[in-house]
């Protein structure tokens, strides 16, 4: 089935405790497009770039079959830039800088051609544009929308409208408290869902994700990585592996939604192996399926 | 098959935000005790007690089939008191007073009918007296050991010596880190494992568990709580449930030791849903069973 992204385009600069890493791909549109593109096809992207976007970023996305008809290119514009550095822990990041560009204005134009699109993954954009998107496709079969602690802060009440549209929302544990004001984990679901989400995903970083869909919850154990690279587009690629798996077998079936959150986790794990999106360049269906069965190694057990 | 457990035996204040309790049951051996009656017998105590334990506790243990051939009562002494209180998100608790009485001068004396125990799980206590129960027994099948993080600060030395004996060792993420100096949960379990621990146990709390054991990983969920009651005895009933299942099966292979992951957690789960070992008091194989279900339900997923 066919899968619509819409989010950020960047070029970042990263600094981790293993390096740096400058003017490297990034943005929420291509991590989500490229790690969708190993389950499906067609990817359609909707994105916006400036002249200054290399070439060979383009070359690349089409290597990966990724439709950019939806990717606006603004000639006399700058791409948005961010530029990062993670500690020591991996789990907290300074914004060293960070230059809108031509994303300040993004208003997301979605081509004729992508209307009809079945599965769409939103990325962590304005909720307002989440919402413009969702009025320009008609009736998609699922929509998973992803936000980040910055529109909960600043754009509470248009979140909560854009959620309430959603059928599968993914957010981090901190976001998830943050949103509902509830320390634990399970009350804070049952917050967020009496507040309008439907399914509901919440990601705990190395201690794995939970699922709550329909009267269910789901345990998604962590892949076991001692190093992190870069934890760069992790959530991104979680967003993108639950959508294009859900896309490819086009089954909603709780069965298979708890088999989505693991390819979620998967990609997510490649993602952070490496810099940029150099996790998501050498992968293969194939080798996609073999960390699948590692996380069920890892989680599985009889009576 | 018989279980050996040698630990505190207490008589608890407890503070939470849901109320308080006063000489209440309490210590690790009795935690360990009653949590493992449902699994197998003979369970046989080794602790030690004043004239002032209350004659109910004593009949509640022997209702429980507990062998108390091994708890000492030092009539003319007072027993063990702790009083705690438990902050609101239950995570972290300030010890309101501490009176060793009896158990400072403790020194585990395993009875001649106790000396041929199979399977001996060792509540958290000093390190030295940790070993000087292994010096008296004949060759167990499995030693299991808990320890907390004031041994690891005042008696590192004395923990390493005594880890290296353990079959199973049991502690959670940040006495973990404390232990190794890592804060990756992999590489603190590598390092500690190093150091001469065998099977290892990192227990996450409200993320679960992860078994290290041979050269296998196996990552266990948490059982979904809303509402945690009192989270005292929670590390004391996980090891409990751990050995007694092993002790029941008397099978060490990966799969069983993985079901007794699971069941140390069960166990815990239904200590932290109630005051002291209240969670303990009603409880059947069958409605352990039943949890050890739910526990495979929320981690399932299927290729």
Same mark, same amino acid.
């Given at each position: ?7 950020? *385009? ?46 060979? $970023?383009?070359? =690349? ?9 939806? #990717?606006? *290119? ?9 530029? !990062? ?15 809108? %560009? *031509? ?43 992803? +936000?980040? %602690? =910055?529109?909960?802060? +600043? ?8 959620? /309430? ?5 993914? #957010? %981090?544990? /901190? ?13 804070? $679901? ?5 507040? @309008?989400?439907? +399914? #509901? ?35 991104? +690629?979680?967003?993108?592996? =639950?959508?294009?798996?859900? $896309? ?11 088999? $989505?959150?693991?390819? !979620? /986790? ?12 150099? @996790?998501?360049?050498? #992968? /293969? ?19």
């Amino acid at each position: 089935m066919s899968i619509l992204v819409v989010g950020s *385009v960047a070029i970042d600069d990263i600094e981790t405790p293993f390096g740096r890493a400058d003017n490297v791909l990034g943005g929420s549109a291509v991590y989500i497009a490229v790690a969708s593109s190993y389950f499906t096809t067609p990817v359609r992207l909707v994105g916006v770039v400036g002249g200054d976007y290399p070439p060979q $970023a383009i070359e =690349f996305l089409n290597e990966r079959g990724i439709d950019l008809e939806g #990717l606006e *290119v603004i000639k006399e514009g700058r791409t948005f830039r961010w530029s !990062g550095r993670y500690h020591y822990d991996l789990n907290n990041r300074d914004t060293l800088s960070l230059n809108l %560009n *031509v994303f300040e204005k993004f208003d997301p134009k979605i081509p004729e051609s992508y209307r009809k699109t079945r599965y769409i993954c939103l990325g962590n954009i304005d909720p307002v544009l989440q919402r413009r998107v969702l009025e320009q496709v008609e009736r998609p079969r699922l929509v998973v929308g992803d +936000t980040m %602690n =910055f529109w909960i802060e +600043t754009k509470r009440d248009e979140l909560l409208k854009t959620m /309430s549209l959603f059928d599968a929302f993914i #957010l %981090n544990d /901190s976001e998830a408290r943050l949103l509902s004001g509830e320390p634990n984990l399970l009350k804070a $679901a049952r917050r967020i869902r009496e507040m @309008g989400a439907k +399914t #509901l995903i919440i990601k705990k970083g190395e201690h794995g994700a939970l699922l709550f869909h329909e009267d269910q919850i789901f345990s998604a154990p962590a892949y076991p990585l001692e190093d992190i690279f870069d934890p760069t587009g992790a959530g991104d +690629t979680f967003a993108a592996g =639950f959508t294009a798996w859900l $896309a490819k077998t086009d089954d909603l079936s709780h069965e298979n939604v708890k088999r $989505a959150v693991i390819y !979620g /986790s998967t990609m997510a794990s490649f993602c952070v192996e490496k810099v940029s999106v150099d @996790g998501l360049r050498d #992968l /293969s269906y194939l080798k996609i399926q073999d960390r699948f069965r590692e996380f069920k190694e890892l989680s599985r057990f009889d009576e």
